[in-house]
């Protein structure tokens, strides 16, 4: 690992200060609520200790001061009414009812330890999962949490774990590492480091990072390097703002991302328009993967996908031509089914034209701190660990990837096999509102647990279906917290500034609950304590970081030719061959095909035509909410003002022939469910699709009712059906019909 040498960006005030009769507070914004970014803010409380306001920090090199609608309106938030404010706990025969009674945090700890334990010595640890959703900068705790515990199931409830860890899986599998686009966001001065070059060409492939923003990109970075003179090239179904201003916008079919990506590797080899050295020195399987993209003629690959032959052949050309390019990709690769050949043959093309490691191309994030990647597998026996969940059905799982599969956990709830489970833990998550598939199906499975305890900021659906034990956690400005990485290349902090009822932290839970579970595992006195052991090999301790960050260590490009990619020194990347695999050494080790390929998502026009009659449209799920997170915000009224309700996107030639119109209320419905949406009749949608949005629920409607989530949830209409690897899931690839809902319903 490269020496540290962290810098820091220069502040004009200390972290906290103040202004006027407010106490100004720096820090970042991380969960929850929130996203993947940690955007630098400054928090202001007054004399009762009140969070009052946020602005974004003008000096954080990160986001510029720039902050969304979610993080100005963190007061809202923190402040609402309805928080969870003490622990709460409800007889299991209850559940589904809204029967809690307070309890202390003492009596909560008690009850936990009590349970969980006689679970593992009657069942084993293993019959306990620990389960989160979006990990944001907690999912560290979590998984130690589990493995101090001595479960081996930490995990998902997603089927293939179909977010980020795919394209994470998929790249690491080939070349060692996690690459991500280079906006100098490595660079504390950015875009006048002498070292940087602004790309010639963004792909901006899969995602809209204006909304989205993931693996720690601020998606308004593309817009600054537009004023750079950078191009950019949309590889989207749906028309965008940004789709609108590209040299190229491709309408690429939902899940058909694999094939186009192969029929502009077709182009970039048959006309050779790649990086001849690059490829001689630094690429195993260069001749392979020409043979199969070969399978791929352009011709062919524009009728699978929907987008014209002419546009993928100059779509490769840009790309070949574009000294560098860069990619920023998103979640719609890994939510179809064989996520992980098409991130292979997408990032193939990035390498091939010599775009890996250098100035303004796609880079290695560097490793800040080792605990970024999992923090204390080392506390699970063998034994143990052998037991993990789906580790037989799907043995790229024994290859450093450390989760429980998320589709055989499903299965194990339902079925006992390979055992049953007991008892679970769920942390960061509102799995029958957000991520679980066949959300009924994930109910009625937990609602048979001896055990069920659930950490969130406000009652959810899934609290009030299945928990017996809730806890209330802080929002960001009630906790101390610590993030390095994540695609980010810098180290920031979260300075706790206000106090809310009885909340605490994620990590405070964790750590006092650890504590419990195996003293050894959690031998620090408080949280700042175990961030300071964390921090150990930098010098710094957390709270002279809370005083400095964000920091910053030197970063340099082309690092397979410095021995700086390889934990031995050597040159190259850090995989068996030592090179970037196009033909991949560790799938082959995992029974996978080595190659990329495309798989036709079933159901889909390609795949079960005659399906068409009674389901005539695509169905792609999990579009973006500018106010929104996931299932997060929903009540907070100026967020919610934005998009008071669950909408699906509809051309309007396609609204003519259904006889519906706009703010008609419609049932979408497939073969395995319905949900409600309100049509928005737009012309950027392809008549042949619809959009809609996802994690829908009601905070205001019955409790009982479980706040309408059935009724709303899309998720309602996607299958637990993973990829051969195990990663991927097609959340964005159906068939659906539209009707309208009658009065009453």
């Not at 010595?121 to 306990?128: H, I, L, P, T």
């Not at 901006?204 to 390097?225: A, C, K, Q």
């Not at 995989?575 to 029974?591: D, H, P, R, V």
Request: hydrophobic residues 35%.
């Amino acid at each position: 690992m490269e020496e540290r040498h962290w810098s820091y960006a220069e502040h004009t005030k200390p972290f906290k200060h103040q202004e006027g009769e407010l106490t100004v507070t720096r820090g970042s914004a991380w969960s929850g609520p929130g996203c993947h970014l940690g955007c630098g803010v400054l928090l202001y409380t007054d004399k009762s200790g009140k969070l009052v306001k946020v602005e974004g920090d003008p000096e954080n090199p990160y986001n510029d001061g720039r902050l969304c609608v979610r993080c100005l309106n963190i007061n809202e938030v923190t402040n609402h009414k309805d928080r969870l404010l003490y622990p709460m706990k409800r007889d299991p025969k209850d559940r589904g009812q809204n029967k809690w009674e307070r309890i202390s945090w003492e009596e909560a700890y008690d009850l936990i330890v009590e349970k969980f334990n006689k679970i593992k010595e009657e069942n084993g640890a293993e019959s306990v999962i620990f389960t989160q959703g979006t990990g944001r900068d907690i999912a560290q705790w979590i998984s130690r949490l589990a493995w101090s515990f001595g479960s081996p199931n930490y995990c998902y409830p997603l089927s293939g774990a179909a977010c980020y860890l795919p394209r994470v899986a998929g790249m690491v599998a080939t070349t060692g590492n996690y690459w991500v686009a280079d906006a100098s966001q490595q660079f504390i001065d950015r875009y006048d480091n002498p070292e940087y070059k602004v790309p010639e060409t963004m792909f901006i492939w899969g995602n809209y990072p204006l909304t989205s923003n993931s693996d720690g990109f601020y998606g308004h970075w593309v817009i600054d390097l537009m004023k750079r003179g950078m191009k950019i090239v949309c590889i989207d179904p749906k028309i965008t703002w940004l789709a609108a201003r590209a040299e190229e916008h491709l309408r690429v079919r939902p899940g058909t991302d694999a094939a186009l990506a192969l029929g502009m590797l077709n182009v970039v080899i048959n006309e050779e328009l790649y990086d001849k050295d690059f490829i001689k020195e630094w690429t195993y399987g260069f001749d392979q993967l020409k043979e199969r993209v070969q399978d791929y003629p352009v011709d062919k690959v524009a009728e699978i996908t929907w987008v014209p032959a002419e546009k993928i052949r100059n779509a490769a050309h840009i790309l070949a031509k574009s000294k560098p390019a860069t990619m920023q990709w998103g979640l719609a690769v890994d939510m179809t089914k064989e996520s992980l050949p098409a991130s292979q043959a997408i990032a193939a093309l990035f390498y091939i034209t010599g775009n890996a490691d250098v100035p303004g191309g796609v880079i290695v994030p560097p490793e800040l701190l080792p605990y970024s990647g999992g923090f204390g597998r080392e506390l699970l026996s063998q034994e143990q660990a052998e037991k993990r969940i789906g580790l037989k059905d799907y043995p790229l799982l024994q290859y450093g990837f450390q989760i429980a599969q998320p589709d055989a956990v499903q299965k194990a709830l339902e079925t006992g096999v390979p055992y049953k489970i007991h008892g679970a833990w769920y942390q960061t998550t509102n799995p029958v509102a957000c991520i679980a598939a066949e959300p009924k199906k994930w109910e009625e499975a937990v609602k048979k647990l001896d055990f069920v305890v659930f950490v969130d900021i406000f009652m959810t659906p899934s609290i009030m279906a299945v928990a017996d034990v809730v806890l209330p956690a802080a929002t960001f400005p009630e906790r101390d917290g610590l993030r390095v990485g994540d695609g980010a290349q810098r180290g920031e902090v979260i300075n706790k500034v206000t106090q809310i009822g009885e909340c605490k932290s994620d990590m405070q839970i964790n750590l006092e609950l650890g504590k419990r579970f195996n003293p050894e595992a959690w031998p620090w006195e408080d949280v700042q304590d175990m961030f300071t052991h964390i921090l150990k090999p930098t010098g710094f301790t957390f709270q002279e970081l809370a005083e400095k960050a964000p920091a910053y260590m030197p970063f340099n490009y082309k690092r397979y030719e410095k021995g700086l990619l390889r934990q031995d020194g050597e040159l190259g990347f850090n995989t068996a061959t030592g090179k970037i695999e196009l033909y991949s050494t560790f799938y082959e080790m995992a029974g996978l095909d080595p190659l990329p390929y495309f798989e036709e998502p079933s159901p889909g026009p390609g795949a079960t035509p005659e399906l068409l009659e009674e389901y005539p449209l695509v169905l792609t799920t999990g579009a973006r909410i500018w106010s929104m997170f996931h299932s997060e915000h929903r009540q907070i009224e100026r967020n919610r003002a934005l998009r008071p309700d669950p909408e699906i996107e509809v051309n309007p030639e396609t609204c003519t022939k259904m006889g519906i119109k706009d703010g008609d209320w419609v049932w979408v419905e497939n073969q395995r469910g319905r949900a409600q949406r309100k049509v928005k009749a737009t012309p950027v949608m392809d008549p042949r699709m619809v959009s809609c949005d996802h994690a829908w629920w009601r905070p205001e409607a019955s409790p009982e009712n479980l706040y309408d989530v059935y009724e709303l949830n899309v998720n309602n209409l996607v299958p637990w059906i993973p990829g051969r690897s195990g990663f991927g899931s097609n959340f964005k690839t159906m068939l659906c019909k539209l009707y309208k809902v009658k009065d009453g319903e």
